[in-house]
């Protein structure tokens, strides 16, 4: 009988734009190819979640130490889009409460008291993304009923630095996307082409992020860079001269295409 091969995991735990991102160019699709035969990716985006709201979640779905489940390598936390919401908005935290959030999510797979305690996970912080608010405005005032305009840029980007300050009081590693997308509008005339609604990525957007992911574990966590990763399984032209693996290495009923 086979032996089972249980894959490691990459997990992205955020909002709407982390639960997005498996479309058509996003960075969750692009990682999840990257890892193919290597690690899991998993999506654990919450749309219009705040990290208020995402840390029970977490809790309900991030492994514990006596649970037999596949090991968590990598977990990415992308928030921040909505935390940065306008008061009176539901979603809205202040700064201070966004950051005790973050610390806490941290800390879950981090201190040795969480019932989650993780020491071999790496973990990988992404800023919010600037947001348009002239035309996240227009979309929602656009809308059945009318919404009142819930975003400010100079708020996002408070709470893009925010991500940064956590991220080095961590001593975990940072992609600024705020810095690289609005870089990247500044030199082409705006977030048009970054932003589908004043707020949501676009494949473009997506795009700079994963360059910036990419970067980010190339650098800080290189042990689980899809290229310095084996992948599970030989290459088939190898099967045939596996003999030393004997029978137990595919099942009976395998098929090989």
Known sequence: MAPTVVFRQVAMLGDSITQQSWGDGGT?????????????????????????????VAQQWL???????????????????????LPPSPQALTIEEFKANLHTLISLVRSPTSPHYSPSTKILLITPPPVDA?????????RDPPR???????RTRQFAEAVKEVGKEAEIPAVDAWSRINEAAERDGGLTKYLNDGLHLTAEGYKLV??????????????????????????WADIPNLG??????????????
Do not use: C
């Open 28 to 56: 969750g699709a692009a990682l999840a190819n990257a890892y193919q035969r290597k690690l899991d990716v998993l999506n654990r985006g919450l749309s219009g979640y705040n990290t208020a709201w995402a840390l029970p």
């Open 63 to 85: 492994p514990k130490t006596t649970d037999s489940l596949p090991e968590t390598a990598l977990l990415i936390i992308w928030f921040g889009a909505n935390d940065a919401a």
């Open 134 to 142: 002239e035309v996240r405005g227009a979309d929602l005032m656009a």
């Open 148 to 154: 009142v305009p819930d975003r400010d840029a100079e």
């Open 210 to 235: 994963t360059v910036g992911v990419s970067e980010a574990i190339h650098e800080f966590i290189s042990e689980l860079h899809w290229d310095h990763i084996e992948q599970t399984f030989p290459h």
């Open 244 to 257: 030393a693996l004997g029978p137990q290495f595919l099942a009976p009923d395998s098929r090989l295409v």
